[in-house]
């Protein structure tokens, strides 16, 4: 079984700022089947990324993906107010589809 | 517009049982697999089982096999979970959420419905 580690778990930041969130995998992944979800209080999981670096529909491009491996990274170029929230990241390449513990965003 | 709509959750004793149902709709649900996923309070996202298109692969997270079946029925848009002695580790928001493929590796989840809560307690 595939174990995801995010890093860091809670990451302060002020809007304009630029985010990097870390997800790094217990072994390398199959075809980088490596997803981003963003998650705010009271709502569903929202798919980011998928396939570690493309955008899903209408997601906005100051968020990107890359990494390949064992070490997968989200970037968010420029924080709006609306993008402080949980980030997950899922490796879904094999069962049971795993998630990482998850890195909150805060506003600092 | 596509919509996954859950329902069944509520308060149960431990060891008693509860059966999830979601609905969906705006898309060919027999087209995809799909999965539950759970969040308990205050903790991240756990897979607890999936089923592919056609229910001929289904997959469980250990921490609920042989306690949670997994079932579906392609006539009525349905995506179901049988929940059996229930545990209050069980005790979670259970999303319903569909895969952007048709089997249960190689896709991830693009559409998920709001969830419902189970308690479970005495």
């Known amino acids: 079984e595939i174990v995801l580690t995010q890093s860091p778990g809670t990451l302060s930041l002020s809007p304009g700022e630029r985010a990097t969130l870390s997800c790094r995998a217990s072994?390398?992944?199959?075809?980088?089947?490596l997803a981003w979800y963003q998650q705010k209080p009271g709502q569903a999981p929202r798919l980011l990324i998928y396939?570690?670096?493309s955008r899903a529909t209408g997601i906005p491009d100051r968020f990107s993906g890359s990494g390949s491996g064992t070490d997968f990274t989200l970037t968010i170029s420029r924080l709006e107010p609306e993008d402080f929230a949980v980030y997950y990241c899922?490796?879904?390449?094999?069962?049971?589809?795993?998630f990482g513990q998850g890195t909150k965003l805060e506003i600092k | 517009e596509v919509q996954l709509v859950e329902s069944g959750g509520g308060l149960v004793q431990p060891g008693r049982s509860l059966r999830l149902s979601c609905v969906a709709s705006g898309f060919i649900f027999d087209d995809y697999a799909m999965h539950w996923v759970r969040q308990g309070p205050g903790k991240g996202l756990e897979w607890v089982s999936g089923?592919?298109?056609?229910?001929?692969?289904?997959g469980y997270a250990d921490s609920v096999k042989g306690r949670f079946t997994i079932s579906r029925d392609n006539a009525k848009n349905s995506l179901y979970l049988q929940m059996n002695s229930l545990r209050a580790e069980d005790m979670a928001l259970y999303y319903c959420a569909k895969a952007s493929g048709h089997i249960l590796k190689y896709y991830y989840m693009d559409v998920w419905g709001k969830g419902t809560t189970v308690t479970v307690s005495s």
């Open positions: 396939g570690a670096s």
């Open positions: 072994q390398s992944l199959t075809s980088n089947y």
């Open positions: 089923i592919s298109w056609n229910s001929g692969s289904i």
């Open positions: 899922q490796h879904y390449g094999s069962s049971p589809d795993d």
